[in-house]
């Protein structure tokens, strides 16, 4: 049995079993695998959005709390620094990928 933690826009959906993996998920085995995973992530796309899969409920649980508290702290750093900004100051988010 394997557990899949599935994030879209940035929020847990779901946290589901699955009896088998498919080609393209593979296993995190480590809490330290699941964050660096999760901030490479983050890096890439500026987002954490993904399906994380894990053979243990715990660690699934673990990763989603972890996913929250991520998104929660990112809110509140970049909540500051608006309510910091001077008059005519301009604010870009950091670790955002512009569109070309």
Sequence with gaps: MYYRVVVRHN???EIRHQQ?????QSLLKTNLEAGTLL????RQT?????EYCFDDSERAKLFAS???DFIAKLIESRSTRIERLNH???Y???NIKRHQ
């Design 11 to 13: 929020l847990v959906e």
């Design 66 to 68: 972890v996913c929250m």
């Design 20 to 24: 088998s993996l498919s080609e393209t």
């Design 46 to 50: 500026g987002c954490i959005d993904g």
């Design 39 to 42: 901030s490479q992530t983050f």
């Design 88 to 90: 005519n100051e301009e």
């Design 92 to 94: 870009v988010a950091d």
